[in-house]
């Protein structure tokens, strides 16, 4: 049995966020019913990635909406209200993500939802919080990125500004949201109480960056220095980043310099003895370890390296990690099929439960598949 | 209200970032945390500095950012007096954390089969690094590491410039969400069936995790490779032009995606040149190009006001100085001080979430080592 089996989640979210919360709790059990405009649906279903197309959608809407039903209904049509406020009505948890005041006009805020539904919990993702200077700017992950800071920790000194390169705001802003739920489903199992769970993405992006802004506070305002070559974190010191070998890259993670120069037989490195100096003085030792691992393969210095138990890896692109032993025992793809029988492969849940990986059997469902059945299951 | 998981008992055997993060999630929630530490030095992650930062004899800058709003039980697994107390402890417990290697907990009888006979109705949750078969099983679970080799960082960055990691544990903490989801999915199902619950996360499957859109992308795409962008400043491999960052005259300013045909007009080039939708793709550097050529006859906040006026979605990249100063930074009251040991006090960030119309605040700093012992030995009448 799946942990949430028997939950009925309704989702009025689209896009990235919201939907990645339902995605979790689907995959994990929970029924989750989509709640989408007749015609156009999710936004998200047009929004493609690249130029790829899947069975006449954007790939990006396939990974998202696996192991979804789709019922299309107009949240400003009378008909169509009642058989959405029906729904409320049954559902352990609502989620959206419009813009602040958009549910309260369409008569579905969480006062009113829990009028029809008092054990109901309301989950609510925002771009801005529901008030203040921001609220009405667009939640938009590459513009949280920017206005957050977040822009000046990747790369290194002299690149600029670097978006890290996924809607990474968005993904934890999901995430946050969907294990706010879990906790509230939590307390609802033992107080019978409903709940209203709220995060923004401003939030969020500045939770991700929970260690740097602490640190900004703490040491008088100094903004983040990325090093000048290979730099991985902006706070840490050497030999920490990704260095280019003979034959590819060599990633290394903390680790004491001395103990560096010996193994990797570097004497210009064995000058900096003190611990202090591997963050005090990191472009020069980075500019010297890159120098000296660019002669040699990078198994050569992983076989010496791995040996003495320092921390380091090979960096794979998706053709090396996917043919990788290491990779295949994760078991991580699955392949699901959708309502017309069209099949096609994704990603996993990537929680085990009781030692099982959880696979989902169904893809993305076709805008407004399941109104037949979910009106009979309604209305007899 | 009652916080969600008020009168939870978490047991935490973690160390580093991943396995406390998620401590520090279900305490923020409500839950009694308790870190088992080593006594003395306690988790490594107390000596693990970032800017070589440290605040008290307690530990880094990093350590009391991660580990606020918990409390402490040192303990020597070694020694038959402290294990059996933690053995104890685990009979009362609703959830154990750990981030061992494969084999360690066993040793100490404090494995997932040992710790379900003490207690028949535990959540018992683990973070590793790859999981625990295969041959990556005894690897270091670290996060530049996984970056590395779960193909993360080539999704960063511009062609030119090689692997380019996520400059924050992006992993460590996403896995910690997923650690979270888990935990809380695993106290729903032994709600219902009274049975203890295994729980099992890695950073590799988070990492992967986290790229589940272009992953999903290159399983249907002929196995195709990222591609970013030749341009400086692009801001996916997977988006079209306008997506990224430019100089301006003054600053930065990030355009998401939006209608070229109307941006080329605002920003003084020939819309009809930018009809073809694909070309917004196929031709992305070239476009790039011609924006950021335009983009640099102005201040950033001009072309802010200009471009929003007109319903485009953009913003000015900030630093932490411009940032943190903003009404918005203000208005969304992220930070809180904890009061240390030492009585000064220290800035941090709260808990993104806000539940019943309430922020979740704590202003608890992270505890000593075995900070306490005495207290917990008898809330729970454990024999010293």
């Known amino acids: 049995m799946l942990p949430l089996s028997g939950y009925l989640v309704v989702d009025f979210s689209q896009f990235l966020s919201g939907p990645l919360a339902s995605l979790r709790l689907a995959d994990l059990g929970a029924r989750v019913i989509k709640v989408e405009r007749p015609g156009s649906g999710d936004i998200c279903r047009h929004l493609y990635a690249s130029d790829t197309l899947l069975n006449g959608m954007s790939t990006v809407f396939h990974a998202i909406n696996r192991n979804k039903e789709s019922v299309a209904l107009d949240i400003k049509n009378e008909a169509d209200r009642k058989v959405i406020t029906k729904l409320i009505e049954r559902a352990d948890v609502v989620i959206h993500n419009f813009r602040p005041g958009v549910m309260e006009r369409l008569g579905y805020s969480y006062e009113r939802v829990r009028q029809l539904n008092p054990r109901v919990l309301y989950g609510e993702i925002s771009g801005y919080g529901t008030s203040g200077p921001w609220k009405d700017k667009p939640g938009q992950d590459l513009l949280l990125q920017a206005m957050s800071g977040l822009m000046w920790l990747s790369g290194n000194a002299d690149a600029g500004p670097v978006p890290m390169g996924l809607s990474i705001v968005d993904m934890f802003a999901g995430a946050n949201l969907c294990y706010g739920l879990l906790a509230c489903l939590y307390r609802r199992s033992r107080t019978h109480a409903g709940a209203h769970v709220q995060v923004s993405m401003l939030e969020t992006a500045i939770d991700i960056q929970f260690e740097t802004i602490t640190t900004y506070y703490k040491d008088g305002g100094c903004e983040p220095l990325r090093t000048a070559s290979n730099s991985a974190h902006a706070y840490l010191g050497a030999p920490y980043g990704i260095y280019r070998t003979e034959d590819g890259y060599l990633a290394l993670a903390m680790a004491s310099i001395p103990q560096l120069a010996r193994l990797l037989e570097c004497p210009a490195l064995a000058d900096y003895r003190e611990p202090a100096e591997a963050f005090e003085k990191r472009d020069e030792i980075k500019v010297i370890l890159a120098g000296h691992l660019r002669g040699r393969p990078t198994r050569h210095w992983l076989s010496i390296l791995e040996t003495a138990d320092i921390w380091c890896a090979d960096v794979l692109d998706w053709h090396r990690l996917l043919a990788h032993d290491g990779f295949k025992a994760l078991d991580m793809f699955q392949q699901v099929a959708m309502g017309d029988g069209f099949t096609y492969p994704t990603t996993r849940c990537p929680i085990r439960i009781d030692g099982e990986v959880l696979k989902a059997v169904r893809g993305a469902p076709a805008l407004g598949e399941h109104n037949q059945r979910i009106m009979e299951e309604l209305y007899g | ?384």
Request: net charge neutral; with cysteine; aromatic share 8%.
């Open chain 2, 1 to 384: 209200m009652d916080r969600p998981l008020d009168g939870l008992l978490v047991l935490e055997f973690a160390q580093f970032m991943a396995g406390p993060t998620t401590g520090l999630r279900l305490a923020d929630l409500g839950a009694r945390v308790i870190k088992i530490e080593r006594p003395v030095s306690g988790e490594a992650g107390r000596q693990i500095a970032i800017k070589n930062l440290f605040v008290d004899d307690n530990g880094s800058l990093v350590f009391h950012t991660i580990n606020r709003n918990k409390e402490s039980y040192a303990a020597d697994l070694k020694n038959e007096g402290d294990l059996a107390r933690v053995k104890a402890l685990i009979k009362r417990a609703d959830v154990i954390i750990h981030n061992f290697r494969p084999g360690i907990m066993e040793k100490f009888g404090l494995d997932y089969t040992s710790a379900s006979q003490l207690n028949g109705s535990i959540v018992y949750a683990v973070v590793s690094g790859y999981g625990t078969s295969g041959p990556w099983a005894g690897k270091p679970g670290q996060d530049l590491l996984v970056q590395s080799l779960s193909g993360l960082t080539w999704l960063t960055g511009s062609r030119a410039d090689g692997p380019v990691p996520f400059g924050l544990a992006v992993v460590d903490m996403y896995c910690a969400t997923h650690l979270t989801q888990g935990i809380l999915a695993g106290l729903l199902k032994r709600s219902r069936t009274q049975q203890s619950v295994l729980v099992e996360v890695s950073l590799m499957e988070s990492a992967l995790d986290m790229q589940f859109e272009v992953l999903t992308t290159h399983l249907n795409d002929g196995g195709k490779l990222p591609d970013r962008s030749g341009v400086c400043g692009s801001g996916h491999a997977y988006l079209s032009a306008p997506y990224g960052v430019y100089a301006t005259a003054k600053g930065y300013i990030a355009l998401a995606m939006g209608d070229l045909t109307q941006i080329a007009g605002l920003v003084g080039l020939a819309p009809g040149c930018y009809q073809d939708r694909a070309t917004w793709f196929s031709r992305r550097d070239e476009l790039l190009k011609q924006i950021g050529e335009r983009m640099k006859r102005q201040p950033a906040n001009a072309w802010e006001a200009l471009l929003t006026g007109a319903g485009v979605w953009c913003a000015v990249v900030n630093d932490y100085g411009a940032f943190t100063g903003s009404d918005g930074f203000r208005h969304a009251d992220m930070l809180q001080e904890v009061a240390l040991s030492n009585g000064s006090r220290l800035t941090t960030t709260r808990s993104p979430l806000q539940i019943d119309g309430k922020c979740l605040r704590a202003n608890k700093a992270a505890p000593g080592v075995g900070a306490d012992n005495a207290r917990i030995n008898r809330d729970y009448h454990l024999t010293s």
